[in-house]
C-alpha cells in the first residue's frame, strides 16, 4: 500500500501535502482491513474453508493495490472496482469485503483528486455488489446477483454524470461504461466460477460419492454386517430431512450417520470430509461427549432406526405403535438433561421427536 501511493503520487507529481495525506488515509485504511480480517478469522466469520488459506484473500487484495494504482491513469467510468468489492466479500465476508475494497477506491480516488460524486458511484454500487453477493446462499446461485449488481452500477454511471452533474452524454461517457460493465461481468463470473468449483462445491462430489449406497464402503458394510447396513441407510435418511429443517449441515450428519459404525482404521481408508470426521468423533465418544447438533440428531436417529427395526422383525404382522415407541425412547433414553452441556436446545429435542412420530408412513414401509 505505501509503495502503491508513494509510487503514484510521485509518477503524478503530487503536491507534498497531499502526497502525506494520502500515505495516512492509504495506511490507516489499509491496517483498517488487517484488523477486520484478523477479527473474521478469529471469530470464524469467515466463508467456507478461507480460513485455512488467507492467501485468497491477501493475493485479491494485492492485486486491487496495484489495480488502484493502474486506475489512476484510466478513464474514471473505467475503474472496476466493483470486482474487488465481489471478490474480497465472497473470500472473506461481508463487512470485511465492503472495507478492504473501500480502501482501494479511496486509493486511486485521492491519488486521481475525484469527485465526492464520482467516489459514490463506484462505492454505492460497491456495497450493493457486495450484499447481493453475499446473499446467495450454499447453492451459489450467482446469475441474478451478478446480472443486478452491474446493472445498479451502470445506472449509478448515467445518473452520476446526468442528473448529479448536469453533464450531456457523449460517445465516451457510454461506450466506457459499457465496456466497464462488459469486462467485470466476465470477471466476476470467471472468479464466481472458479471459487464455486474449487472451494464452494469442492466436497459436492465427495459427499455423492461416499454417501452413495453403492460406494465400494457400504457394499463391504452390506457384506459383512447386512442389518447395520440397512440400520445405517435408514438412520442417515431420517438424519437429512431433521437437518435440512433445522438449517444445520446435513451432509456432514449424513455422511456421519452412514459411517459412525466402521472402526478408525477403516475410516482412515475412505475421504471422509473434515466435518463429518469430527462428527464421527463426538459419536464414538458417546451422547456425554457430543457437542454439537448434527451428532445428537445422528445419535437419535441411529438409534431410533435401530429399535424401530428390531421391534418390526420380532412384532411380524402385529400393529406397531410406533408414537409410543419413539416417546420411551425419548423418555428413558434421550432424557434432556443427556443433553445439556451441548449445542441442542430442548425446543430443538421435541421437534426432533415430533418428526421422527410423524414419520409412521416410513416405518410401514420398511416392513
Known amino acids: 500500500m505505501a509503495g502503491a501511493v508513494t509510487g503514484g503520487a510521485y509518477l503524478i507529481q503530487?503536491?507534498?501535502?497531499?502526497?502525506?495525506?494520502?500515505?495516512?488515509?492509504?495506511?490507516?485504511?489499509?491496517?483498517?482491513?488487517?484488523?477486520?480480517?484478523?477479527?473474521?478469522?478469529?471469530?470464524?466469520?469467515?466463508?467456507?474453508?478461507?480460513?485455512?488459506?488467507?492467501?485468497?484473500?491477501?493475493?485479491?487484495?494485492?492485486?486491487?493495490?496495484?489495480?488502484?494504482?493502474?486506475?489512476?491513469?484510466?478513464?474514471?467510468?473505467?475503474?472496476?472496482?466493483?470486482?474487488?468489492?465481489?471478490?474480497?466479500?465472497?473470500?472473506?465476508?461481508?463487512?470485511?469485503?465492503?472495507?478492504?475494497?473501500?480502501?482501494?477506491?479511496?486509493?486511486?480516488?485521492?491519488?486521481?483528486?475525484?469527485?465526492?460524486?464520482?467516489?459514490?458511484?463506484?462505492?454505492?454500487?460497491?456495497?450493493?455488489?457486495?450484499?447481493?453477493?453475499?446473499?446467495?446462499?450454499?447453492?451459489?446461485?450467482?446469475?441474478?446477483?451478478?446480472?443486478?449488481?452491474?446493472?445498479?452500477?451502470?445506472?449509478?454511471?448515467?445518473?452520476?454524470?446526468?442528473?448529479?452533474?448536469?453533464?450531456?452524454?457523449?460517445?465516451?461517457?457510454?461506450?466506457?461504461?459499457?465496456?466497464?460493465?462488459?469486462?467485470?461481468?466476465?470477471?466476476?463470473?470467471?472468479?464466481?466460477?472458479?471459487?464455486s468449483a474449487k472451494v464452494a462445491h469442492k466436497e459436492d462430489n465427495l459427499y455423492q460419492m461416499i454417501t452413495d449406497p453403492e460406494y465400494e464402503a457400504m457394499l463391504q458394510l452390506k457384506e459383512e454386517k447386512n442389518d447395520l447396513y440397512k440400520q445405517s441407510l435408514h438412520s442417515a435418511f431420517l438424519v437429512e430431512r431433521i437437518c435440512s429443517v433445522l438449517q444445520l449441515d446435513n451432509r456432514a450428519a449424513k455422511c456421519a450417520a452412514y459411517y459412525q459404525h466402521f472402526d478408525s482404521e477403516q475410516l482412515e481408508s475412505y475421504p471422509i470430509p473434515e466435518h463429518a470426521s469430527e462428527l464421527i468423533k463426538q459419536l464414538k465418544q458417546g451422547p456425554r461427549k457430543m457437542i454439537e447438533k448434527e451428532a445428537i440428531i445422528v445419535y437419535i436417529c441411529d438409534l431410533t432406526m435401530k429399535t424401530i427395526l428390531y421391534i418390526t422383525k420380532q412384532a411380524h404382522e402385529k400393529e406397531i405403535n410406533y408414537e409410543r415407541v419413539i416417546n420411551t425412547l425419548f423418555e428413558k433414553q434421550f432424557p434432556t438433561l443427556l443433553f445439556i452441556h451441548t449445542d441442542i436446545s430442548f425446543r430443538d429435542i421435541e421437534f426432533i421427536k415430533r418428526k421422527l412420530i410423524e414419520e409412521k408412513m416410513y416405518y410401514d414401509f420398511l416392513r
Request: hydrophobic letters at 55%; charged letters at 10%.
Open 14 to 195: 503530487m503536491d507534498p501535502y497531499y502526497f502525506v495525506r494520502t500515505v495516512v488515509f492509504g495506511l490507516s485504511l489499509c491496517i483498517m482491513t488487517l484488523f477486520m480480517y484478523a477479527s473474521s478469522n478469529i471469530q470464524n466469520k469467515l466463508s467456507y474453508d478461507d480460513k485455512e488459506h488467507p492467501s485468497r484473500f491477501f493475493g485479491i487484495y494485492l492485486i486491487g493495490i496495484v489495480c488502484a494504482f493502474v486506475f489512476v491513469w484510466l478513464p474514471v467510468l473505467g475503474w472496476m472496482f466493483l470486482f474487488f468489492y465481489i471478490a474480497l466479500s465472497v473470500v472473506s465476508n461481508q463487512t470485511t469485503g465492503i472495507i478492504s475494497a473501500t480502501s482501494l477506491l479511496v486509493l486511486t480516488a485521492m491519488l486521481r483528486d475525484v469527485s465526492f460524486t464520482t467516489f459514490l458511484v463506484f462505492f454505492i454500487s460497491g456495497i450493493i455488489g457486495s450484499v447481493l453477493i453475499s446473499g446467495i446462499g450454499k447453492e451459489f446461485k450467482i446469475g441474478i446477483p451478478v446480472a443486478l449488481s452491474l446493472a445498479f452500477q451502470l445506472l449509478l454511471m448515467f445518473a452520476g454524470d446526468v442528473l448529479l452533474q448536469n453533464k450531456i452524454i457523449g460517445w465516451e461517457d457510454a461506450v466506457i461504461p459499457a465496456t466497464n460493465t462488459i469486462l467485470n461481468c466476465i470477471v466476476i463470473w470467471l472468479f464466481l466460477q472458479l471459487y
